[in-house]
């Protein structure tokens, strides 16, 4: 393998893992990289359309964790930006972020990833839509985890309206219209709230309890609130966050919701401030899981029925690598993941994955990280444990003990004790940004101006 500053690397995707790890790689001293995107510009799924495509936000989507807990580690978001950046905000933080970074220098835009194989010798084949074909030294796998919709099955036939939450785009389209939503997520709270706005009627489905936070409490954000108890035991951080919860919000069977469960620290928690006001304005109205379709009845498992016009289903997403032969892995249908904090195959030394991971927090910081390691590897200054596969098998293990047996938790993480796992891995002689000079780059002719 080669482990100096001239081994070519290949990053699939300018989305907010893409360009941390291209960034990473430059502040290593890494310039020999290229960026495929098949989209137009930088953002990923935060480069909003109101049309169908790559990205799964909406109209009013703004983030649900705090601006402080998802910024990069050494790039701050900018001080005017409120505690929930809008979706508007985040592309162009993320535009910045690259530009800053020399990053757009290095992006091939409206260039998708056809197949990447490997070859001997730890190198990869990339095969681009176009047919041509390139070789690199090493693979960083950053197309995200949020682009390929999971749809539900149930009995029978639902004969209206049946789509993802990855197709909605705003409540427009549903004025006057009976809706269900299905889900407990973020996204189905979010979708259910929008609906409601213009909605003749609008329900939200839930197969289980789940904890909802406001998005404010006690004056602060829920993960900026959070952050100054993780310092505790973590059978006590868990129970202080449970009171608080419980102080806060109540108990969720006065909202017509199910309790949880289970702990408040063993599944993703929903951060929704309106889902809880709207319920109990009457603007939205909870439902048990479905038990089947039968036109344009939908029946629930509690014996209730009801006609719909519209179902939308918050199901959530595959985790697909389309690019990859599914012999290296596969975990569409929620496989356990066997990968080394989430990033690193202990066959496959020269291919690492950024951003799969689903923390009870954001990811952004996470990939950041995550790329730091991979990057410090390429050049040398970082060697993967020897005890690699045991580690994975001990985290899967606590991931399995810790968090609710459901697809969606396969990547699931706790942020605070996964982001010090992760930095305890950065070497302590990691270069920090413009320590290493870069040679100077003339920009590729085809790359567009930033969205």
Excluded at 57 to 86: C, F, G, N, W
Excluded at 113 to 141: C, H, I, Q
Excluded at 245 to 258: A, C, E, N, P
Excluded at 370 to 378: E, S, V, W, Y
Aim: neutral net charge; proline residues 7%; charged residues 20%.
């Amino acid at each position: 393998m080669n482990h100096d500053l001239s081994a070519r690397v290949c990053i699939i995707g300018a989305g907010p893992s893409g360009i941390t790890a291209a960034k990473n790689c430059l502040q290593v001293g890494l310039t020999n990289i290229v960026v495929y995107e098949k989209q137009e510009a930088v953002g990923g799924n935060w480069l909003f359309s109101p049309r169908l495509s790559h990205s799964s936000v909406y109209e009013t989507t703004h983030i649900i964790s705090s601006k402080r807990l998802s910024q990069y580690i050494d790039y701050p978001m900018p001080a005017d930006y409120p505690d929930y950046p809008s979706h508007k905000q985040l592309l162009k933080y993320f535009q910045d972020y690259a530009r800053d970074h020399g990053v757009l220098d290095y992006i091939r835009f409206n260039t998708g990833v056809a197949r990447a194989e490997k070859l001997p010798g730890e190198r990869w084949a990339v095969t681009l839509d176009d047919g041509s074909r390139e070789e690199f030294d090493y693979l960083m796998v950053c197309n995200g985890h949020h682009w390929d919709p999971r749809m539900p099955e149930y009995p029978g036939e639902f004969s209206g309206e049946f789509l993802h939450s990855h197709q909605f785009k705003s409540g427009a389209p549903f004025r006057d219209k009976r809706v269900l939503v299905i889900g407990g997520g973020n996204s189905a709270c979010d979708i259910a709230v929008e609906t409601s706005r213009v909605s003749a009627f609008t329900a939200i489905s839930m197969r289980r309890g789940y904890y909802i936070t406001p998005k404010i409490i006690f004056g602060q954000p829920p993960d900026v609130l959070a952050s100054r108890f993780k310092w505790m035991p973590h059978w006590l951080y868990a129970r202080i966050l449970r009171l608080t919860l419980r102080l806060y919000v109540g108990k969720y069977s006065t909202y017509g919701l199910q309790e949880p469960d289970y702990g408040v620290l063993q599944g993703h928690v929903t951060n929704n401030s309106e889902l809880l006001y709207f319920l109990r304005h009457g603007r939205i109205h909870p439902r048990r899981d479905i038990a089947r379709f039968e036109g344009h009845t939908v029946h629930f498992v509690d014996g209730t029925r009801e006609d719909y016009d519209v179902v939308i289903a918050a199901t959530g997403f595959r985790i697909s690598f389309p690019f990859l032969d599914k012999s290296f892995f596969d975990y569409s249908e929620g496989q356990q993941v066997n990968l080394f904090n989430l990033m690193m195959h202990p066959d496959h030394p020269s291919l690492f994955v950024i951003g799969l991971v689903q923390p009870l927090g954001c990811i952004w910081p996470l990939s950041d990280v995550q790329a730091k390691i991979a990057a410090n590897a390429i050049v040398g200054r970082y060697t993967p444990p020897a005890d690699m596969r045991a580690r994975i098998e001990a985290d899967t293990a606590a991931r399995q003990r810790q968090f609710i047996q459901a697809k969606r938790h396969n990547v699931e993480v706790e942020f605070f004790p996964f982001f010090d796992k992760l930095m305890r891995e950065v070497p302590a002689d990691a270069p920090a940004w413009g320590e290493v000079p870069l040679p100077p780059r003339q920009p590729q002719s085809q790359q567009p101006e930033p969205a």
